[in-house]
């Protein structure tokens, strides 16, 4: 490995470990009835935000790599621009520029789909909506579109509904006007329909394997047309909600069906394309779809030989898929190989729910380690249970497998994740949020005096914001009230940024904190780490937020 850190000439000369902690989904915004963050018991939190320097990060937009600051950041390219010290153009922005170019069409893997539906169908499957995170509307309607150029006569389309990244019980907003869009491409020759759904967190779109049975569920409902028949999506949408009250992400499993058969089950000599952008999300159900004869995560019961495609490739190392669309960007010159040149020993622990984002997306969205003897990854497994109904969900646990590390003394550098601010924030259930809040601040006040003892320091920070608004919000962050002084649950994330806190009781006469201009974002905390370390940050990093004295 050509890269190194070089040591820094006057480094701060922290004698104990450099720990990174990410409260996943905890943003900072107005103080009101629906930011959990604020209306939690959080002592710790508080003093740390009262009495440390505390820096505030852009996480969201342009400052992640996404197209615009109207885009909502997301862990994975949060975790991306964290584990870097870059910003990278990701998925969403790079999936736009190809459209527009027209590149996507002049793909090899385009060409083969469209070459693998002639005399059959070619199916679309991904998340239905523009919240931008995994996916977005306009991909799929200019994906539709090409194929129609193209000439594929027979399209099915396979919606994962949203009400996570966007509101909570949206989804008409998109079945009616794509409905639309879909009736004015159709002709005596082009043949397209929706042919299946259900809820995001129901079927398919299971990630880090944590509940396999999402994506059996998945499999059976698009694939074999196995499910509750209705008439169109619309009809399941309004059917659903009626009997069960679930909110979109929820909702059940459904079949469109036509005289009594399923109108889009997907068949030998078929070709498929899995539309979302971001990968831990798509890996599983790619996996089963080319996953040979040895595939044993769950009875597939007929697995039709079809042309598959991502529409970028979800895992560089493991290549899944086999054919992507547009290629995924080239994250380079990452926190874990610099540690790895210099001889740091790192630790990575997170629960299942975000391991991927301490170990893939830190790492670049790369699989493995840099080095099996210098690196060490804990994955606590997750329940399986509703976020709402275990708010603190395994933070316990977590911090106490990071105590021991700390104190093994094995490790000069450690990172972690803490998902309760995400995952139950997005649940939309803001007792349950206000919980998960007061879960972490109770596992941060079992941290801090051991990073104390140990006379090391702690960067405490976010990835993006979640649990700060739990209410729907107007432009300037006070909470919507409906004409019946009712409030609409927030299940997405938000544009806040996040803060960026120095806990350091033993260094702080060794450097200064820069002034916050508002400039910095989680590209920066990188090189802050690492001057911490000792090291001065590699030049194509942003900047640190310190200065050495």
């Known amino acids: 490995m050509s890269i190194e850190l070089k040591k820094s000439k006057n480094p701060v000369g922290v004698k104990g470990p450099v720990l990174t902690v990410v409260m996943d989904g905890v943003g900072l915004a107005k103080d009101n009835e629906g930011n959990a963050v604020k209306r939690a018991y959080t002592p710790t939190l508080d003093r740390l935000m009262a009495e440390y320097p505390m820096l505030t990060l852009k996480?969201?937009?342009?400052?992640?790599?996404?197209?615009?600051?109207?885009?909502?950041?997301?862990?994975?390219?949060?975790?991306?621009?964290?584990?870097?010290?870059?910003?990278?153009?990701?998925?969403?922005?790079?999936?736009?520029?190809?459209?527009?170019?027209?590149?996507?069409?002049?793909?090899?893997?385009?060409?083969?789909?469209?070459?693998?539906?002639?005399?059959?169908?070619?199916?679309?499957?991904?998340?239905?909506?523009?919240?931008?995170?995994?996916?977005h509307i306009d991909h799929l309607k200019a994906l539709v579109e090409g194929a129609k150029r193209c000439g594929v006569k027979r399209v099915r389309i396979h919606i994962l509904l949203d009400g996570r990244d966007v509101g909570e019980t949206s989804a008409l907003e998109y079945v009616e006007p794509f409905e639309e869009f879909l009736a004015s491409l159709r002709d005596g020759s082009f043949d397209v329909m929706i042919a299946s759904g259900g809820g995001r967190m129901n079927i398919t779109m299971d990630r880090y394997e944590a509940n396999w049975a999402m994506v059996e569920k998945g499999w059976h409902t698009h694939v074999l047309g196995?499910?509750?028949?209705?008439?169109?999506?619309?009809?399941?949408?309004?059917?659903?909600?009626?009997?069960?009250?679930?909110?979109?992400?929820?909702?059940?499993?459904?079949?469109?069906?036509?005289?009594?058969?399923?109108?889009?089950?997907?068949?030998?000599?078929?070709?498929?394309v899995f539309f979302n952008f971001r990968g831990d999300r798509s890996i599983e159900i790619s996996r089963a779809f080319e996953g040979d004869a040895s595939f044993d995560k769950f009875d597939r019961v007929r697995v039709p030989k079809v042309t598959y495609a991502g529409m970028l490739e979800y895992d560089g190392d493991l290549h899944i898929p086999s054919r992507y669309l547009v290629a995924p960007p080239e994250i380079t010159n990452t926190m874990g190989e610099?540690?790895?040149?210099?001889?740091?020993?790192?630790?990575?622990?997170?629960?299942?729910?975000?391991?991927?984002?301490?170990?893939?997306?830190?790492?670049?969205?790369?699989?493995?380690?840099?080095s099996e003897e210098l690196e060490t990854y804990c994955e606590v497994p997750s329940d399986?249970?509703?976020?709402?109904?275990?708010?603190?969900?395994?933070?316990?646990?977590?911090?106490?497998?990071?105590?021991?590390?700390?104190?093994?003394?094995?490790y000069e550098c450690l990172r972690v994740n803490f998902p309760n601010g995400d995952m139950v924030g997005h649940t939309g259930n803001l007792e349950a949020t206000i919980c998960s809040m007061e879960a972490l601040d109770l596992q941060l006040g079992r941290l801090l005096p051991v990073i104390d003892e140990l006379h090391g320091v702690a960067l405490i920070t976010a990835d993006h914001g979640n649990a700060d608004e739990m209410y729907e919000t107007d432009k300037k962050g006070d909470v919507k009230v409906g004409k019946d002084g009712s409030h609409k649950a927030k299940t997405s994330h938000t544009l806040n940024r996040v803060p960026f806190i120095i806990y350091d009781n033993n260094y702080r006469d060794r450097y200064t904190v820069k002034e916050d201009a508002g400039a910095f974002g989680l590209s920066n905390v990188a090189a802050t780490a690492v001057n911490f370390l000792g090291y001065d940050a590699p030049d194509m990093w942003d900047e640190s937020m310190i200065d050495l004295k």
């Open 338 to 370: 610099y540690l790895v040149s210099a001889g740091i020993h790192t630790f990575a622990i997170s629960e299942t729910q975000k391991y991927g984002h301490v170990t893939y997306f830190w790492n670049g969205n790369r699989s493995g380690k840099f």
């Open 384 to 410: 399986v249970v509703p976020f709402e109904q275990r708010p603190w969900m395994k933070c316990a646990e977590i911090t106490d497998r990071l105590i021991a590390e700390l104190k093994s003394g094995k």
């Open 226 to 272: 196995d499910g509750r028949f209705f008439s169109s999506a619309k009809e399941a949408i309004e059917t659903l909600r009626a009997e069960t009250g679930a909110i979109d992400q929820d909702l059940d499993p459904f079949v469109i069906a036509k005289d009594g058969r399923p109108v889009g089950t997907i068949e030998d000599g078929d070709s498929v």
């Open 59 to 135: 996480a969201h937009g342009t400052a992640v790599g996404l197209p615009s600051d109207d885009d909502m950041g997301n862990s994975e390219v949060g975790h991306n621009a964290l584990g870097s010290g870059q910003v990278f153009a990701q998925g969403a922005k790079l999936v736009s520029n190809s459209i527009e170019s027209g590149k996507i069409f002049e793909s090899a893997a385009w060409r083969e789909i469209v070459s693998g539906a002639e005399g059959h169908t070619l199916h679309f499957l991904g998340l239905f909506s523009d919240g931008n995170v995994h996916s």
